[in-house]
C-alpha cells in the first residue's frame, strides 16, 4: 500500500514546480491585434508585434489562435535528457532539471495522440531506470548535495521518503541491534 502523505508530498512539490514554469516568460508573435487586461498584465499589439508574455497567459491566447508561441525544442530537450540517462553508467543518475516532469506533462499535452504514445514508451522505461538507481542509493545514504542537483523535484521528495523507510525498516527487523 503506497504512503498517502508522501503521494500528497510529492504532488504538492509537483504543483510549486508548475506554478512557477507556468509563470516563466515565453516568446510569442501576435497572428492578430490583441487588446486586453488581465490583473497586471496589460496587452496592447498589433499583428505582427512580438514579446514575452507568462506561459499561462501565453497558453490561453495561443488557443484562441491569437498568437504563435516562439517554443523552445522541447521534443529534443526530452530527447537529449532520456539519451543522457540511457548511456549513464547503471549505478549513476544523469543531472536532470529540476522542473524536468513539470516540462515533459505540459509537452505531453500539446502533442499528437500517436507522438504521445511513443514518448510515453521511452519515458516509461526513463522512469523505470531512475527508480531504481534513486532506490539503491536512497537505501544507502542521505541525499548528498551532488546527487541533489541531478534530481526533479519529485525525484528529491521520493529519494527522502525511501531514505526515511530505509532506515526505519532497518530499525525494525534489527529491533535494539540496527
Excluded: C
Excluded at 510549486?16 to 487588446?35: A, C, F, L, T
Excluded at 522505461?125 to 548528498?144: D, G, N, Q, W, Y
Amino acid at each position: 500500500m503506497a504512503d498517502a502523505s508522501a503521494e500528497t508530498n510529492v504532488e504538492a512539490v509537483r504543483s510549486v514546480y508548475q506554478i512557477g514554469y507556468m509563470n516563466e516568460d515565453v516568446r510569442i508573435s501576435y497572428k492578430k491585434d490583441v487588446k486586453m487586461s488581465v490583473g497586471n498584465v496589460a496587452i496592447d499589439a498589433k499583428e505582427g508585434d512580438m514579446s514575452s508574455l507568462p506561459r499561462w497567459v501565453a497558453k490561453i491566447l495561443s488557443e484562441q489562435g491569437a498568437i504563435e508561441v516562439q517554443s523552445a525544442d522541447s521534443a529534443g530537450y526530452i530527447s537529449r535528457t532520456l539519451n543522457r540517462e540511457r548511456i549513464a553508467r547503471p549505478h549513476d543518475l544523469s543531472g536532470i532539471d529540476v522542473d524536468f516532469y513539470v516540462r515533459v506533462n505540459d509537452y505531453l499535452d500539446s502533442v499528437k495522440e500517436r507522438e504521445r504514445e511513443n514518448l510515453l514508451v521511452s519515458l516509461n522505461t526513463f522512469v523505470a531506470s531512475r527508480l531504481e538507481k534513486i532506490v539503491k542509493l536512497a537505501a544507502a545514504s542521505p541525499l548528498s548535495a551532488e546527487l541533489e542537483g541531478k534530481l526533479a523535484a519529485e525525484e528529491k521528495e521520493l529519494y527522502n521518503t525511501i531514505h526515511e523507510s530505509s532506515i526505519e525498516f532497518r530499525r525494525g527487523v534489527l529491533k535494539k541491534f540496527g
